[in-house]
């Protein structure tokens, strides 16, 4: 079957919990350290709508993908890929996708252009999916857990043990610019949180790209006592080399990264020289899950985990990591949800499975299961 028609479109999904939050959420006192952060500027963040894929085939089946970066990722998808596509096959998604990273070639096809294959790619699936009337899990190989562990990222750590997770992340609020007093404080927020979730929780740190080499290795020091599970994205994702000398320094600390690297290839670079113990590609970034299924093959044969970014606030993520056995653990992030309020509320795309006592089984409904219509799309567009 061919395709009829490819759409990008910009929405935002934006939900509205009924039932007021019982305290409000730490996350607005504690703001992750980003790079940029170096250079202060009050006001200068700026929100973008998400860039949204609708794929139709010649019967009218159509399939919904999503990504990041809105109005450049939606011209990328329109007038670059869009127009090569139609009249493929819309089954024949490795070649599909093969098309849109040839495409690239004279900008590169990573970044943005990742950013646009991804929405394109999970749209795809989810069309393949409800074609044949199965789950993409299945699409991909089957389920190959029961259930995905899943762990919470953000500063309300009280709260996600309440919720049932067995394990948490936090972020960094403080990086090299802040000198000894941000080795200080980020001591002070770990032991602080490690005191409160006690010892048979696993505890994560994600610096979000914000530290270097000398920073990453003081703080990894620091940090010893309090048991961290990983440290992660801890230098710019480009520093290859930088990776390469924190492995060295620190050869004791389990490492992640992966969420701002694309596509296969600099995963098999990192695999090749071992330079982190976990990748954690985003599905919605890397080039969908065509390209996040290539990493987890990547990953299983040297021997390396995978956790996707933000894997579970999406259904994408949760069918690839429940078939794909180099995905052990699903991360829940976004803002996780205000303390008091249940998770279900917090569902951004209609058919999203929630998390239940730390754990996920994603839909078995065809393709993502996704429960969206031409209305919610108009909703979420205007």
């Known amino acids: 079957m061919k395709i009829k028609e490819?759409?990008?479109?910009?929405?935002?999904?934006?939900?509205?919990?009924?039932?007021?939050?019982?305290?409000?959420?730490?996350?607005?006192?504690?703001?992750?350290?980003?790079?940029?952060?170096?250079?202060?500027?009050p006001g200068a963040d700026g929100g973008w709508k998400r860039p949204a894929c609708i794929i139709t085939a010649e019967d009218g089946t159509w399939g919904f993908g999503i990504s990041l970066f809105g109005s450049p990722v939606v011209s990328l998808i329109n007038t670059l890929y869009a127009p090569r596509l139609i009249g493929e096959n819309c089954m024949a998604i490795e070649k599909l996708w093969d098309m849109m990273v040839r495409l690239s070639t004279p900008f590169g096809a990573s970044g943005l252009a990742s950013y646009?294959?991804?929405?394109?790619?999970?749209?795809l699936w989810d069309l393949k999916g409800k074609i044949l009337q199965r789950p993409v899990y299945e699409l991909l190989g089957g389920p190959q857990k029961e259930k995905i562990l899943c762990y919470a990222s953000g500063f309300d750590q009280g709260w996600y043990m309440e919720l049932g997770f067995k394990a948490t992340k936090l972020f960094c609020p403080y990086g090299p610019e802040h000198g000894m007093e941000g080795l200080r404080k980020l001591e002070e927020v770990v032991a602080n949180t490690r005191q409160q979730i006690g010892d048979n929780i696993e505890l994560m740190l994600d610096a979000w790209t914000a530290f270097d080499v000398e920073f990453t290795v003081r703080l990894a020091e620091v940090l010893k006592p309090y048991r961290l599970k990983w440290i992660e994205d801890y230098i710019s994702p480009e520093d290859l080399g930088g990776y390469q000398s924190v492995r060295q320094r620190i050869p004791w600390q389990t490492l992640a990264t992966g969420e701002h690297w694309y596509l296969p290839t600099v995963f098999a670079t990192a695999a090749s020289q071992r330079l982190v113990d976990i990748f954690q590609p985003d599905v919605l970034w890397c080039g969908g899950i065509t390209s996040a299924m290539k990493i987890c093959h990547i990953a299983q044969a040297n021997g390396i985990s995978v956790i996707t970014h933000a894997g579970m606030n999406y259904p994408y993520g949760q069918h690839l990591a429940f078939a794909m056995p180099a995905i052990?653990?699903?991360?829940?992030?976004?803002?996780?949800?205000?303390?008091?309020?249940?998770?279900?509320?917090?569902?951004?795309?209609?058919?999203?499975?929630?998390?239940?006592?730390?754990?996920?089984?994603?839909?078995?409904?065809?393709?993502?299961?996704?429960?969206?219509?031409?209305?919610?799309?108009?909703?979420?567009?205007?």
């Open 328 to 382: 052990t653990w699903g991360e829940r992030s976004e803002g996780v949800s205000p303390p008091g309020v249940p998770l279900e509320e917090m569902v951004k795309l209609p058919g999203t499975a929630v998390i239940q006592n730390g754990y996920l089984v994603p839909s078995n409904a065809p393709g993502f299961g996704l429960e969206i219509d031409q209305a919610w799309i108009e909703h979420v567009s205007r």
């Open 116 to 123: 646009a294959i991804s929405a394109v790619d999970c749209a």
């Open 6 to 41: 490819i759409q990008a479109i910009e929405i935002e999904l934006n939900p509205q919990p009924k039932t007021p939050p019982r305290t409000s959420t730490h996350d607005k006192n504690l703001i992750m350290n980003r790079p940029i952060d170096r250079y202060p500027k």
